[in-house]
């Protein structure tokens, strides 16, 4: 397994923008497809976007789709989530994951490595 630690989140307006990043411990990271899930108090865990291993591929649930970008840099052992355009609607813990599958998946459960979470909090 790979250990994973987010950082970047905080408190942002409307519009505003924040870049969060996940570094990676191991050698296992350049193998692992990653994601990134949010969860907002009395919700569930939701998918926010994955990246497959060579970073050629990503995809993106619809909420966020056209605001947030996922990026890797294999060679930092770090993948990134750009958010744009942020809404109020974004305040969630924002967490990254890991695992060795080779599909790309939306599935928390999927995923066996976990951060421990960043907050991001947008104001109105």
């Known amino acids: 397994q790979v250990q994973l630690v987010e950082s970047g989140g905080g408190l942002v307006q409307a519009g505003g923008s924040l870049r969060l990043s996940c570094a990676a411990s191991?050698?296992?990271?350049?193998?692992?497809?990653m994601g990134w899930f949010r969860q907002a108090p009395g919700k569930e865990r939701e998918f926010v976007a994955g990246?497959?291993?060579?970073?050629?591929?990503?995809y993106y649930a619809d909420s966020v789709k056209g605001r947030f970008t996922i990026s890797r840099d294999n060679a930092k052992n770090t993948v990134y989530l750009q958010m744009n355009m942020l809404k109020p609607e974004d305040t969630a813990v924002y967490y990254c994951?890991?695992?060795?599958?080779?599909?790309?998946?939306?599935?928390?459960?999927?995923?066996?490595?976990w951060g421990q979470g960043t907050q991001v909090t947008v104001s109105s």
């Open positions: 994951a890991a695992d060795l599958r080779l599909r790309a998946t939306t599935d928390a459960t999927d995923f066996a490595s």
């Open positions: 191991g050698r296992t990271f350049s193998s692992s497809i």
């Open positions: 990246i497959r291993r060579s970073g050629a591929y990503t």
